[in-house]
């Protein structure tokens, strides 16, 4: 943290799967790099009805480690899309969430869980919901000289559900929209209390989109696709050499019936 | 195929159509081989080149003092420095072309973006990296043209004073417009390709050398006939340059043209010292050539029982800003533009037009892979129309033996590509069913007439030479150089099959010009066809000069005997001899036991003016077949199931036939699908590795392989060329597929999800 | 910025080496080390021609600097061979197979599935799906083989 303040040029080294890559391509050229791998050798813990991940977490340990399968299922689902073999042994949750991707598929099951950063800086510690996090192309809220120390995401609950699809041009690359679901089933047979969408890839950050009141009709297909129809129509993506901006859209409405589905149907399941 | 089952299906040889692993791939899986940029001398610079930012301009003024400051800097050097700075590819034997010369460092103007500057050498890659930077140089932008039908409009930017269209072949035959007119049905349709490149895992590299005043290159390259050229543009002699190709990690035409070569001599002969240079893959992505974009229209007319009695046809290809091998790549395509069937009345134009895109130039398939796209959507929608199937109306049209081409040839080795077709469907057994609601099936196929060989009006010859040592072991030498195809193990094992002596007796020093026999560059699927001649020729001319001292010494009639696992036996006594007791037999009658064989191919003409004369030797003839899945809400292709079949006339390695066709395939199917350097106002969008989509392991199935050999074709043994024909069928197949399962055919690629869902949305309205 | 002297530990002999603190790992073993089966393909990470063993699993060689690998033993292919030259069973597995055709990618294919086969095995499984060595294969490229002799080599090198 010294070193951070100290320098204006500095940069925190962690997974160095982002950042290693600007520096081959002379996108960024710091002064000095901070190495932190050895700063933390917590193992992911749950306390209470937080799971607590160290912001070192390597995305290989989610993918496979017992406490994020079972209370975290969205995340060790979504993790298998991010990157490949090499980019998850030393890639981490702390980084990614730093390097605020606008396709990010750990930003998205963040966003979707309800999922809080803890930051350390020279002034102490403070908790960001990660809804506030991600504050437009690769940038965050947070202040110079912090680092994110623990991811903390609540438990899954019973009676929830989540899902987690992505569009890719080609497996394991960037996604060209990718949604992250929680749905959380109401009192009534059918009935959705609540739901919690995040998307990638529509805008400049990962973003959360309200699907407003679901009905909760017989047909409960059309309830879903008319919410993501709300949703779609008020997104303005950008368009690039993978998609264009009408294509997104449209792919984000198809992915986010699909999801709240899917969600549906997992958290029916696990309410059986 | 499972390995024990590769063997050849026909001949009694006992080398060749086996697949043994051995030579460079021995060297390959131990890692131990050395690349072209594995390679240091002492003291050796870093070279890099500085390339324009923008595409059209004029340069108005170049300040290197800054540059070449900089602690480290060992030379920057321009156009002023270059004796010679021009490059001129007459690449169709100076035939029907445009004479425009390529600069090898840009003097007073630039025509596209990533064409090179300056070239700086210095102690380390970061340094150089920095005085390129530093290299400061004064552009004034002109107007560009990005597109070849604008670049072809009165009044369009003028890449080079000449004119834009670089070359215009013609190719007529019979009476187009009465058969057209006189047509049961008329189909017409455009079809356009994009900008794809070459993404060989090695990037181009290599290092330079001064050894003995001769000014040296080991590089990462196809083509060592470039010395020449070097030569040339230093003002040095012939025989002070020596090009060492290393074997390539990749080139499918890529490394054909020079590269790093005449950066490297420059730096090299400027500052006496050694000098590396390996380019960024991003610099690699925006500016080595790339693969033709077509625009392709056709105009097919048939009787309505199918029967194809005219096709007119116009091809516009996108040559970039320089010519480079354009105009052989239009001619290809021109040549191929009929495909697999029989046109009686023709008429075809091929053009390459100049742009400020980045040079486009040789790319496995060579033009005569875009046109499968427009001739084989001709077809499907020719069947569609007249209530055909697509097999029944491709059989009905199929070339034969003996048949004419529009260009006037008489076909003259066997047409087996109705039974590719059998077999390739075959390969995928029974249709499959949706997975799921919201997703269609369907099944396409795709046909091809791919030319190997060069174009016979280029008297193509290669040369190798063998010798029997004194211990009974071989060595070859050829000037091939090898792409990681197989091309000088092929030759061993061709060599091994004649001489008798075992793979593991032989060596092969290939691709180096002062120390070997010419045989051209690996390009064009000559080399089998080329040097596996050579090397059968001069196997058997050494064999038939030995054969009657082993005759002698054992006591049988020369035609009695049997070279094989390194002896000479006669076939009807229980007599043999070691092939070190022939060698020390033939010293001691001062025979020789080493010989160089110069094979040529059959030469001919053509004219450009009619159209008609000779162009290639040959044609490899093949089907692939695919099962697609289409989600219709996302657009997104999922290829279920691949099969593909090629007559090869003989499988000198079977293992190795099946590679290149697996391999091809799945290049094509990047092609097909997920590849687009997204050029846009002579910009190149796809910049980085990973927005450049080749196919990774887990995007496609496997490619199921079958195999046809007819004994027929032009090369050793009766074999053909199969190192580029597998890639042209991909992309009709999988539009063919994709026709099947939504009942529009997409024309555009790649065939995106996106634009597949457009089709999908065309169809709805329709 | 000074070159300062590291001890990089590699196929289990030390090295001594001056570098840059910004030199990768990929740099310091292809050109300080002359170690050819450690190769630049891109920069960015997706090709896999750099991938070597840290601590025993495949990482990034451009991806991760040589100051970062001090006292953690890095494994290239020719690491896993035997004295005088003899082949790792995988290794014979893609010669046989005919998995390697222009030779590029193939110590990044070899050292990847090495690494799953080996995690396979030490999770108490038998082997690999042919699926799960392709998830495991996405982020090493090939552009000559097609995959399938690949997939092939490992599969038969698994059922060993």
């Not at chain 1, 951070?4 to 081959?24: C, D, F, R, V, Y």
Request: proline residues 6%.
């Amino acid at each position: 943290m010294r070193l951070l303040a100290g320098h204006e040029e500095a940069k925190i080294l962690a997974g160095g799967q982002s950042l290693m890559p600007m520096l081959n391509l002379r996108l960024a050229r710091p002064e000095l790099l901070i190495d932190i791998n050895q700063a933390d050798q917590r193992p992911p813990s749950r306390t209470g009805d937080l799971l607590r991940l160290p912001a070192l977490t390597r995305h290989r340990v989610l993918l496979e480690h017992d406490l994020v399968r079972q209370h975290c299922p969205l995340l060790a689902e979504a993790i298998r899309h991010v990157g490949n073999v090499r980019v998850r042994n030393r890639g981490t949750i702390g980084g990614s969430l730093a390097h605020a991707d606008p396709t990010s598929e750990i930003g998205c099951c963040a966003l979707a869980t309800q999922a809080q950063v803890v930051a350390r800086g020279p002034d102490g510690e403070r908790t960001v919901p990660v809804s506030e996090l991600f504050a437009g192309y690769w940038s965050t809220t947070l202040a110079e000289s912090e680092i994110i120390t623990d991811v903390l995401i609540p438990v899954a609950r019973p009676r929830q559900g989540g899902s987690f699809l992505e569009m890719v041009r080609r497996t394991s690359d960037f996604a060209i929209v990718a949604v992250a679901a929680v749905v959380e089933l109401g009192e009534r047979p059918g009935e959705i209390a609540a739901a919690r969408l995040a998307l990638a890839g529509v805008a400049d950050r990962v973003m959360l989109a309200d699907p407003g009141p679901i009905a909760s009709t017989a047909d409960q297909d059309q309830d879903l696709d008319a919410a993501a129809a709300r949703i779609a129509e008020t997104l303005e993506p950008a368009s690039d050499v993978h998609a264009s901006a009408a294509y997104r859209r449209r792919l984000a409405r198809v992915l986010i019936a699909r999801a709240l589905r899917q969600a549906a149907a997992r958290a029916t399941g696990d309410a059986r | 195929m499972t390995i024990p089952d590769l063997q050849s299906l026909t001949g009694p040889y006992r080398i060749v159509g086996t697949s043994p692993a051995h030579h460079d791939f021995v060297d390959k899986v131990k890692g131990s081989l050395h690349y072209a940029a594995d390679w240091q001398l002492p003291g050796m610079l870093h070279g890099r080149v500085v390339r324009s930012p923008v595409p059209s301009a004029r340069i108005t003024g170049i300040d290197v003092t800054a540059a070449r400051a900089l602690p480290g800097v060992a030379a920057v050097l321009t156009a002023a420095d270059v004796p010679s700075n021009q490059i001129v590819e007459l690449a169709s034997g100076g035939l029907a072309e445009l004479q425009v010369s390529m600069p090898v460092l840009a003097a007073d103007r630039v025509r596209y973006m990533g064409e090179p500057v300056a070239v700086v050498a210095a102690t380390t890659p970061q340094i150089a990296y920095e005085a390129a930077e530093l290299v400061a140089v004064d552009y004034e932008e002109l107007p560009g043209v990005f597109d070849p039908i604008s670049a072809r409009a009165d009044g369009a930017p003028r890449v080079h004073e000449v004119g834009n269209t670089l070359v215009n072949w013609q190719i007529h035959c019979g009476d187009v417009a009465g058969a057209l007119a006189a047509a049961d049905m008329v189909i017409e349709g455009e079809y356009r390709s994009q900008h794809v490149e070459h993404a060989y895992l090695e990037p181009e590299a290599g290092v330079g050398w001064i050894e003995n005043g001769v000014l040296t290159l080991r590089v990462s390259t196809q083509v060592i006939e470039h010395a020449a050229t070097i030569a040339h543009i230093l003002g040095l002699p012939q025989s002070k340059v020596r090009v060492i190709a290393a074997y390539m990690g990749g080139g499918f035409g890529g490394k054909e043209d020079m590269t790093v070569e005449a950066f490297l001599a420059l730096l090299v002969w400027h500052t006496r010292r050694p000098v590396r240079m390996i380019w960024d893959r991003q610099e690699s992505l925006v500016a080595s050539t790339k693969r033709h974009p077509f625009i392709m229209r056709y105009r097919t007319g048939a009787d309505r029982d199918g029967t194809i009695t005219a096709q007119q046809i116009e091809i516009i290809g996108d040559a970039g800003a320089y010519p480079n091998l354009s105009p052989r790549v239009l001619f290809a395509a021109a040549a191929c533009a009929c495909g697999p069937y029989r046109v009686p009345n023709a008429s075809i134009t091929s053009t390459a037009v100049f742009t400020n895109n980045v040079p486009a130039s040789a790319f496995r398939g060579f033009g005569a892979m875009q046109i499968v796209l427009g001739y084989e959507s001709q077809m499907d929608q020719l069947a569609e129309r007249l209530g055909l199937s697509r097999t029944a109306l491709r059989e009905r049209n199929f070339l034969a033996k003996g048949d004419l081409l529009p260009t006037g040839e008489r076909l003259d080795t066997c047409v087996e590509v109705a039974e590719t077709m059998h077999r390739a469907i075959a390969l995928l057994g029974e249709p499959p069913q949706p997975s799921g609601p919201g997703k269609l099936v369907g099944r396409g196929i795709g046909c091809n007439r791919h030319p190997y060989g060069r174009t016979i009006w280029f008297r193509d010859r290669a040369s190798a030479w063998l010798s029997l040592q004194g211990d009974g072991t071989l060595l070859i030498r050829s000037g091939v150089t090898d792409l990681g195809a197989g091309q000088a193990a092929s030759l061993c094992q061709i060599a091994a099959e004649i001489l008798g002596a075992p793979l593991d007796d032989i060596s092969i020093y290939i691709g180096d010009s002062a120390l070997n026999p010419p045989a051209g560059g690996t390009f064009a699927t000559r080399q089998l066809y080329m040097s596996g001649n050579a090397v059968l020729h001069a196997a058997q001319e050494l064999r038939d000069r030995m054969a009657p001292v082993a005759a002698d010494l054992l006591g049988v009639p020369a035609d009695d005997l049997e070279f094989v696992a390194g002896r000479v036996r006669a076939q009807r006594a229980e007599v043999s001899i070691t092939l070190a007791e022939l060698a020390a037999a033939c010293d001691k009658r001062a025979i020789s036991t080493a010989h160089l064989s110069t094979w040529r191919a059959q030469a001919g003409s053509f004219d450009p003016r009619t159209g008609q004369g000779d162009t290639f030797p040959d044609y490899t003839y093949g089907t692939h077949a695919a099962d697609v899945e289409v989600d219709v809400e996302t657009g997104q292709v999922t290829v279920l199931r691949y099969g593909a079949c090629h007559d090869v006339g003989r499988a000198i390695n079977p293992m190795r036939v099946q590679g290149q066709i697996q391999g091809g395939a799945m290049q094509g199917l990047g092609y097909a699908l997920t590849e687009d350097m997204a050029i846009e106002d002579g910009y190149v969008q796809a910049v980085l590795f990973a927005n450049y989509l080749i196919p990774n392991a887990q995007d496609f199935p496997d490619v199921l392989v079958d195999i046809v050999e007819s004994g027929e074709g032009k090369g050793p043994l009766g074999a053909r060329g199969i190192g580029e024909p597998p890639i042209g069928n991909v992309a009709a197949t999988i539009a063919s597929a994709i026709q099947d399962a939504i009942g529009v055919r997409p024309d555009r690629l790649p065939m995106t999800p996106e634009r597949v869902l457009a089709l999908l949305d065309q169809r709805r309205q329709t | 910025m000074n070159k300062r002297q590291i001890v990089l530990s590699v196929n289990g002999t030390d090295h001594e080496v001056w570098v840059f603190p910004s030199a990768t790992l990929l740099d310091v073993l292809h050109d300080e080390l002359g170690l050819a089966d450690v190769r630049y393909g891109c920069g960015e990470g997706v090709c896999g021609t750099c991938t070597v063993l840290l601590d025993g699993d495949p990482v990034n060689g451009c991806l991760t600097l040589a100051v970062q690998a001090v006292g953690h033993p890095v494994t290239t292919m020719r690491g896993l061979m035997g004295p005088g030259e003899v082949m790792h069973p995988l290794q014979e597995c893609f010669l046989r197979h005919g998995a390697s055709q222009c030779g590029f990618c193939t110590p990044g294919m070899v050292l990847t599935s090495l690494d799953l086969v080996r995690r396979c095995v030490s999770q108490g499984r038998v082997r690999p799906t042919r699926d799960e060595i392709r998830y495991a294969l996405v982020g090493n490229l090939c552009r000559c083989t097609g995959y399938t002799k690949i997939l092939d080599a490992i599969e038969e090198y698994a059922d060993q």
